[in-house]
Each structure stands twice: as C-alpha cells, then as structure tokens.
C-alpha cells in the first residue's frame, strides 16, 4: 500500500502517515483532488486527507467526498504542534516576516499578534519551511512541523505556538476498494451520504429513526448539489456498526426519506474520541 497527501515533504499529512502506518511510502501530490483521483485510480493507493480541526473546523474537502465517494477505511486524530522555525543562526529578535498556510496562521494568531510579525499567507505549511530555507533571510520565520524543520535544515525557534495545546486534525484514510470490516466488540463509525427527498421537513423526518432507535450521530453536514442551491447532499457520521440491529433500523427509516443513499465506509473509531 501507497499513501498519498496534499503538500510537499514535511507536512502534517506526511508526518501522520508516517505515525500510524511507519515504512509506508507517501506520495505527494499538489492539490486534494490529485489525492482523490489517484486513490480511485489504483486499489494500492490510499489518500489521507484532513477532514477538520478542533479549533478551525472544517478543511473543505467535503466537495471531494461527495465527488469521488471512496471508501473509508480509517480514522485518525493527529496532534497539530506548530513550532515557529527560521534559518540557524537567526533569532527570535530577528524575525518579522512570518509564512504558514492561513489555518496556521490563524491557530498561532496569538503569538504572531504578540510579537507584531507580518502575515505572509502560503499554499502549506512545509512549503512555507522551504521557502524560507532557501530565503536566505534572517527575517523570515515559517510556522509548520518538527518534521518541516528536520527537512529543510531550519532552527526551531519557539515550539508549541498554537493558541489552543491540544490542538488536533481528525484525517480520514480513503480507497478505491469496498472493504466492511467484521463487526467485532470495538466501538465503530459508520459515515454515509444521502440526498433528500423534496418534501416539507424531510431532515426532520429523515432523523426521527436514529433518535427512535438511540444512534448518536458525530456529524452530520450539508453540501449544494452542483449548479444548485435548492438540493442539498449531507454527510453524516453514527457511531455504531452498519450491522447494528438499532443502525439497521435507522437506516431503513432514513431510506424511506431518501433519493440517494451511498454509504461511504465503516471502520473503527478512534481511541481519541473518548478523551
């Protein structure tokens, strides 16, 4: 198995490919649809692609989802330690000009409003670490990974300069191949997609079988259909296996409310979401 991620050598994405399956070869690639359409090319690649983060919310990949609708296979929770980087040699006195992807930027606004640096908004963080490795420039500082600075040869000035220390990024692994795994004694997501029915309170109506039967639900989001903004696809998450008898009963009801139905994966739920 191949894994591939939006980014450059030393992004987040790498660094938690390489956390949670080590020796596997990553693959880098330009933009997430590269990731996508790759993974449903090839059942040897898998993408992992950041889903949301606990202090900004969502990614924005969701269109993605919806498009390409692979296989989940995972789930996992990355810690996100931004570390304020700059060229060896170079002080903290020094800097004034300060490159991250906007997300970094915005989950460090704390420390650069402290220290009145500049903003210099970049496509990712480890290309921010690279341009400023080879900015020659005292001055410039980047916010990305520790794996960033090991990469490109740059000096961690500051660590841990996230507003919030327990700042997280849930990722999702995707493939091209249906895989459900045996329902076993462990606690379980199962993530669907599904298109209303045009009816007065079909949401409403759609939902009524996971509180009847007692699902909880961990997500459950609306995206417009294409060249629309009257007809909406969601994404929803339940805890629970598919094979649940209450999931099956939910998913009946829901299948009656419904014009389209795509369940999207099913796969065991992190050990993080009990934290």
């Not at 490109?152 to 507003?163: C, M």
């Amino acid at each position: 198995m191949k894994i591939v991620y939006q980014g450059i050598s030393g992004s987040y994405s790498e660094a938690c490919a390489q956390k949670n399956y080590p020796g596997i070869e990553t693959i880098a690639c330009k933009t997430f649809d590269e990731c996508f359409e790759k993974a449903s090319r090839d059942n040897n690649i898998k993408a992992l692609i950041p889903e949301s983060n606990k202090t900004t919310g969502n990614i924005g990949v969701e269109y993605l989802i919806f498009r390409y609708k692979l296989n989940i296979y995972a789930e996992h929770f990355f810690p996100i330690n931004h570390h304020l980087m700059a060229l060896k040699g170079a002080k903290i006195e020094d800097i004034t000009e300060i490159f991250s992807h906007a997300q970094a930027l915005s989950q460090s606004s704390s420390f650069i409003k402290k220290n009145n640096f500049n903003e210099n908004v970049r496509a990712d963080t480890a290309g921010s670490a690279k341009f400023v490795s080879e900015s020659k420039s005292k001055n410039n500082a980047a916010i990305a990974s520790e794996l960033s600075s090991k990469i490109y040869d740059l000096n961690i000035l500051k660590r841990n300069i996230q507003d919030e220390k327990d700042n997280t990024t849930r990722f999702i692994l995707f493939g091209k191949e249906i895989f459900e795994p045996e329902k076993q004694n462990k606690n379980y997501i199962t993530s669907l997609l599904f298109k209303l029915k045009d009816k007065p309170a079909a949401l409403y109506s759609a939902l009524s079988g996971f509180a009847i039967n007692g699902v909880n639900l961990t997500k459950l989001q609306s995206y417009p259909e294409k060249n629309s903004f009257s007809s909406y696809f969601f994404l929803l998450d339940l805890e629970g296996h598919i094979q649940d008898e209450k999931v099956k009963k939910s998913l009946e009801e829901l299948g009656l409310h419904t014009l389209d139905f795509h369940v999207l994966g099913v796969y065991e739920a992190s050990k993080f979401r009990k934290k």
